[in-house]
């Protein structure tokens, strides 16, 4: 019984598998690969992915994702600033930063270091990217945090601002000299 079942299995599955005729593929089909035009690759890509399970919401890229949906009654218009932050929820936000006094690459580089660290150890998750001796980007996955660590970070020595959302914040202590930190030669 078992033999025959698996038999029957397998021959169906042969039959079923067959290679299309060249007759019967689409025009786009039947050009050399290396001849593929964009549009090609595009539609190769959508008959590769037909039968595949959709993603989870969380694994899907940001842009494909439902946004949150937000309660406007529940939101304090008298306030941008918290407005925005809830509606940046689960949204990806850079946010650029200034160091003062002109320091090094090397300075920026362990300040922005040294910020970074206090962000993650109160539970903030941002990356740091140099793109100048003195400016750096941190960017936030949940841009709701942003608000958070914008109050942190106008609060640290050698700041000298902090770029949100089109609006800058002027550090409160821009020509305090932090000691913890030493400069490179």
């Not at 290679?19 to 089909?29: D, G, R, S, V």
């Not at 959302?165 to 400069?183: I, L, W």
Request: net charge negative.
């Amino acid at each position: 019984m078992k033999k025959s079942l698996c038999l029957i299995v397998l021959y169906s599955v042969c039959i079923l598998s067959k290679k299309f005729n060249n007759e019967e593929k689409p025009a786009w089909a039947k050009k050399d690969i290396r001849d593929f035009t964009d549009a090609d690759m595009e539609r190769l890509l959508d008959q590769w992915e037909e039968d595949e399970e959709p993603l989870p919401e969380d694994e899907l890229p940001e842009h494909l994702r439902k946004p949150p949906s937000i309660d406007m009654t529940k939101l304090d218009m008298s306030n941008p600033e918290t407005v925005l932050q809830q509606t940046k929820k689960g949204q990806t936000l850079m946010m650029f930063v200034t160091v003062a006094n002109k320091p090094q690459r090397a300075r920026t580089e362990e300040l922005t270091k040294i910020w970074q660290t206090g962000l993650w150890s109160n539970h903030i998750q941002a990356e740091r990217y140099l793109i100048d001796d003195d400016r750096a980007i941190f960017m936030f996955k949940d841009g709701s945090q942003a608000w958070t660590a914008k109050e942190y970070l106008i609060e640290q020595n050698e700041l000298k601002n902090v770029q949100l959302e089109s609006q800058t914040y002027d550090g409160k202590f821009p020509d305090v000299k932090n000691t913890a930190v030493r400069d490179e030669l």
